[in-house]
């Protein structure tokens, strides 16, 4: 009996004898990160040469690359950025708008025009064989266009028949003012105002003289500037009486009808005939003219 329990305590009394070790087995230290992970220099020396024995020179993006990170795999070489040049502006922006500066034209160079000698000497025969009575005068050169090459003073457009005041104006005027005055005005204040007797003046308001049309401070030369026009202001009679040149489109009267009819006969001699009709300039006389237009164009209203 006792030799059993001895058996069975000698386990236990071993066991406890034996205990533990002070100090029990360490893990191993692993080898820090800057001992495995070897710098990019070693790295790119360790890599295989290619079969010349040089190692390839990196691209500067390629070396900045392996730096920044060296775990990174180098990749296709960079291109440089094109170089961005500035769109070239349009003409003239960025300046300050300067107009150029326009050639003022010159005004044109009014000159008087010559007068055809034979046309002139041929005139001259028909207004003394219709009876008016004039007198040649001195070429008239007043500056600006304004004159006559070969001007005449009108005092008789028919016999019996004064122009008051009398007028200088070309020989042209002269003559058309004669024939018109014969045969559309004489007939028509024989049937019109036979009453009152022969005609004896024709009143006239403006023959030469330098200036506009119009009166006007700007614009072209009038024809009475070239001695081609006359202004008719009215017709005075034997008796005395006188038909004035006043607006007569609605003038029922003889005296209407008869200056309705020396205004539209007008145009068969002159090429521009202006009456009270046309504008105010003209609601106290009749203009007449001869000036030169192209195709034989004349101007009547």
Not at 18 to 30: D, I, M, N, R, V
Not at 221 to 234: L, P, Q
Request: hydrophobic share 35%; proline share 10%; charged share 30%.
């Amino acid at each position: 009996m006792p030799l059993r329990f001895l058996a069975s305590l000698l386990p236990i009394i071993l066991l406890l004898g034996a205990g533990l070790p002070a100090e029990g087995p360490l893990p191993e230290k692993k080898p820090e990160a800057s001992e495995t992970v070897k710098p990019a220099e070693e790295k790119t020396k360790e890599q295989t040469l290619p079969s010349g024995g040089e190692a390839p020179v990196p691209t500067p993006s390629q070396a900045e690359t392996s730096v920044a990170n060296p775990e990174a795999k180098p990749g296709p070489e960079a291109k440089p950025e094109a170089e961005v040049k500035p769109e070239p502006k349009p003409e003239g922006e960025g300046k300050p708008d300067v107009k150029p500066e326009t050639e003022a034209k010159p005004e044109p160079v009014l000159t008087i025009k010559p007068e055809d000698g034979k046309e002139y000497i041929a005139c001259l025969a028909d207004l003394k064989a219709i009876g008016a009575i004039f007198k040649e005068e001195t070429r008239i050169d007043d500056g600006n266009g304004c004159g006559i090459d070969k001007p005449l003073t009108l005092s008789t457009v028919l016999p019996g028949i004064a122009l008051k005041p009398e007028g200088k104006m070309r020989c042209e005027t002269a003559l058309e003012l004669a024939r018109w005055t014969k045969d559309a005005v004489l007939p028509a204040a024989k049937v019109a105002l036979e009453s009152e007797g022969d005609l004896t003046t024709i009143n006239q308001a403006s023959s030469y003289i330098c200036r506009l049309r119009n009166n006007a401070k700007t614009g072209k030369i009038s024809e009475h500037a070239r001695g081609n026009a006359i202004d008719i202001a009215s017709f005075t009679f034997k008796n005395g009486k006188s038909i004035e040149i006043q607006p007569r489109d609605e003038d029922s009267t003889l005296a209407g009808a008869f200056q309705r009819a020396v205004t539209a006969t007008g145009c068969l001699y002159f090429e521009t005939v202006l009456d009270p009709g046309s504008d105010e300039a003209h609601e106290h006389h009749l203009h007449f003219d001869v000036i030169e237009r192209k195709g034989g164009y004349r101007y009547c209203r």
